[in-house]
């Protein structure tokens, strides 16, 4: 099985700040490679598939970059709804699998 | 506009099975996967399996193979996910989500989410 590393796995952070989580796949993923923002009692929510391609209806200030094993997620101006836990996912090969989320929390 | 509406929550016994469905509307059913994902309390997302819509084949997760089984009826545009001998570490939300085949199998929908709690 592909292993997802997250980091850092929480994060402190003030609105207005740019943030970047990482993503690290243990074996080469390409760009199968999705990322998603889950609130408190609520189902994921799809920001970035394919490593980059913005989803239709999320804010511009999101972005995805990497390919391979290496990948991150850019927030680049921090906004009070962007609050919320953060988790990779490959779709390279099956199983797929999940990073352990990286809660992003207000400083 | 697309909706995928779970059914509610449910309280098993250890050794029991579950059966959860999802019942899909505002799209064609068939040109879709649907993905079984559940989450434990506190912890994060567990990707258990697929059903592709219009064939029903399914791949199963290892580590859910032998226990879960997933299918479908096309005729009500519903999937259904099927575990059995629970155990208290089965206590999760389990949702269903759909991803378009031949593309990067991007979750664009969830299922709101069924609470399964096992406990004698």
């Known amino acids: 099985d592909i292993q997802m590393t997250q980091s850092p796995s929480s994060l402190s952070a003030s609105v207005g700040d740019r943030v970047t989580i990482t993503c690290r796949a243990s074996?080469?993923?390409?760009?199968?490679l999705n990322w998603y923002q889950q609130k408190s009692g609520k189902a994921p929510n799809l920001l970035i598939y394919a490593a980059s391609s913005l989803q239709s209806g999320v804010p511009s200030r999101f972005s995805g970059s990497g390919s391979g094993t290496d990948f991150t997620l850019t927030i680049s101006s921090l906004q009070p709804e962007d609050f919320a836990t953060y988790y990779c996912?490959?779709?390279?090969?099956?199983?797929?699998?999940f990073g352990q989320g990286t809660r992003l929390e207000i400083k | 506009q697309v909706q995928l509406v779970q059914s509610g929550a449910e309280v098993k016994k250890p050794g029991a099975s579950v059966k959860v469905s999802c019942k899909a509307s505002g799209y064609t059913f068939t040109g879709y996967y649907l993905h079984w994902v559940r989450q434990a309390p506190g912890q994060g997302l567990e990707w258990m399996g697929w059903?592709?819509?219009?064939?029903?084949?399914?791949y199963y997760a290892q580590k859910f193979q032998g226990r879960v089984t997933m299918t479908r009826d096309t005729s009500i545009s519903t999937a259904y996910m099927e575990l059995s001998r629970l155990r208290s570490d089965d206590t999760a939300v389990y949702y269903c989500?759909?991803?378009?085949?031949?593309?990067?199998?991007?979750?664009?929908?969830w299922g709101q989410g069924t609470l399964v709690t096992v406990s004698s």
């Open positions: 074996h080469t993923v390409s760009t199968y």
């Open positions: 996912h490959q779709t390279y090969n099956t199983p797929f699998t």
């Open positions: 059903i592709k819509a219009n064939s029903d084949a399914t």
């Open positions: 989500a759909r991803s378009s085949s031949g593309t990067y199998y991007e979750y664009d929908y």
